[in-house]
């Protein structure tokens, strides 16, 4: 049935537990374990899934998937300030349709991207859908060695020239 319905079936090692309604689009094989995409996100290996606005950057190359995750560290104004946490290198056993639907899906989730040169360092801004819910969320990631609270001060103002944009 999932290969008539253009889907892939969840392998019986997955260790995680999906959502109801949670689509899966591929499936992939690595030493450590399957890694599924699904409409929400990417599950690794070990059962956790990472939404889709939180992959910085995924990289396919000589059969090895590398996956720059990104967590959550603040807020400002509205927009979420990201830190990357250390690449992950996947080598893949059976990539099959993985590596396309997972740079389909990350690419997708941004609406748009801009880099900032600050005083004290610069940022990325980035404009994301978030799966599974409503809206855009910015997304600011400063640089290495960029002073973080000044990039905080200064997301907090594009937020709220971005809310004074929308009410005109």
């Not at 690794?44 to 090895?64: F, N, Q």
């Not at 990325?124 to 855009?136: M, T």
């Amino acid at each position: 049935m999932a290969r008539l319905s253009g889907t892939a079936e969840l392998p019986a090692d997955f260790a995680g537990e999906l959502a109801a309604e949670e689509n899966v689009l591929a499936v992939a094989r690595s030493s450590e374990g399957p890694l599924v995409a699904t409409h929400l996100g990417l599950w690794l290996p070990e059962g956790r899934r990472v939404g889709w606005h939180l992959l910085s950057k995924v990289t396919w190359r000589d059969g090895v998937l590398v996956v720059v995750e990104a967590e959550e560290s603040g807020e400002a104004g509205g927009a979420v300030l990201l830190r990357d946490r250390p690449g992950r290198r996947l080598p893949l056993t059976e990539p099959r349709r993985l590596p396309d639907v997972v740079h389909e899906r990350v690419n997708g989730s941004i609406r748009s991207r801009h880099h900032r040169d600050l005083p004290g360092g610069g940022a990325w801004f980035v404009q994301r859908k978030v799966p599974g819910r409503d809206g855009i969320v910015l997304q600011v990631r400063p640089d290495r060695g960029a002073d973080e609270q000044a990039v905080a001060e200064f997301a907090a103002t594009v937020v709220e020239q971005l809310r004074q944009a929308k009410e005109r």
